[in-house]
């Protein structure tokens, strides 16, 4: 992939910068939105989203990527959001009954994720340049909330399998001695191979039977010991392991076992 594809997006600090500036331009705006012509705004009804979030995800092994986003109110009925130029990609209300119970609190949503052979990086970061999004939601008494994210082209490369190991051309790791211990190369480039700061990894273990799922910080290892207790003798499992920087964009490498009998 070639490196002149993406601009490196502006460190932690610069970043929390942006996002106070760009909270202060959302807050302007919804102040002069909550008020209609020739009346004072009432600055008491635009209030903080209690929650906001939008990430990358890309699957390394699958090779796809899509967004994620999350948000997390005290109670909306229609809520937006915008991106860096200020065109709508998402918004969503509720009708009727539900809106009678109050509207919705949090939101999450993933988008399709198509393969980067039909979606190359370049062509899905331009879909969705760098930059502070904007959501707003309003509730049922008309109080507008306001938030913003910054967003950013920030994407791990998939961490590099070490255990369990395959075996000549298998697809899975077979009889896999319990306890079984996933381990990885620590991940410190991103998509293009440029540096990158891993702040914690994701391990998800599952079959039709289990979900085990844990976070921690990046500087605690590169390896996880999932308890015998949790697991099957002579079973199948998928896991994945996730890297993700700073700003929350999060890519994945998948696996499988088959423990021992």
Known sequence: METNMKTRFPTRACRRLLER????????????????????????AVVPIKAARMIIEYNASAEDIGIQFFLDSDG??????LDPRGREI???E????????????ELFLESVEPPIEDLPLETFFRRF?????????RDNAGVLQIGSVAFSHDVPAGP?????VLIGDADCAE????????????????VFDDDIEVVRYEVIVENADIHFDVKFPAESGTELTVSPELLQPD???IFEVLAIEEGGNQTITEGCFTTAP
């Open 129 to 137: 340049p760098e930059g502070n999004y904007r959501f707003r939601a």
């Open 94 to 105: 509720t009708e009727t009954s539900l809106t009678r119970q109050g509207g919705g609190t």
């Open 235 to 237: 079973t199948q499992y």
């Open 175 to 190: 009889n896999v001695s319990l306890p079984v211990v996933i381990e990885w190369e620590p991940v410190t480039t991103d």
């Open 21 to 44: 500036f760009a909270l202060a331009s959302v807050v302007s705006l919804a102040i002069a939105d909550a008020g209609t012509a020739g009346e004072r705004p009432q600055v008491a």
């Open 160 to 164: 590099e399998l070490v255990r369990p």
């Open 76 to 81: 909306w009925r229609e809520v937006e959001i």
């Open 90 to 92: 998402f918004s969503a």
